[in-house]
């Protein structure tokens, strides 16, 4: 069975730090692009960063870019998002999802999904 479990949410202060993990069982991950998108209330889920299966080629969304960085690890199959300096609007559900082509920031493009992890940047 095919499946991506997040985890590493919860609530930290404005300035403050975490790291989402994505693991996945049933599939290995080396082959498929892995993508961290989040969906805070009332608002379209939107991609956050992807990295790819080919080179480990990295892709940020502007909002995010120079504050969280995304890694894999294939011996452990699972992909990390490594959040710093996190701001009260990086507020969201984040998810990690697997795209067996090249990836990418779109959400149509992803065939795996996991339930999410809450994150919560409040003071």
């Known amino acids: 069975q095919v499946q991506l479990v997040e985890s590493g949410g919860g609530l930290v202060q404005p300035g403050g730090s975490l790291r989402l993990s994505c693991a996945a069982s049933g599939f290995t991950l080396d082959y498929y692009a892995i993508g961290w998108f989040r969906q805070a209330p009332g608002k379209e889920r939107e991609g956050v960063s992807c990295i790819s299966s080919s080179d480990g080629s990295t892709y940020y969304a502007d909002s995010v870019k120079g504050r969280f960085t995304i890694s894999r690890d294939n011996a452990k199959n699972t992909v990390y998002l490594q959040m710093n300096s996190l701001k009260p609007e990086d507020t969201a559900v984040y998810y990690c999802?697997?795209?067996?082509?090249?990836?990418?920031?779109?959400?149509?493009?992803?065939?795996?999904w996991g339930q999410g992890t809450q994150v919560t940047v409040s003071s």
């Open positions: 999802a697997a795209d067996g082509g090249p990836g990418g920031l779109w959400v149509s493009q992803y065939d795996y």
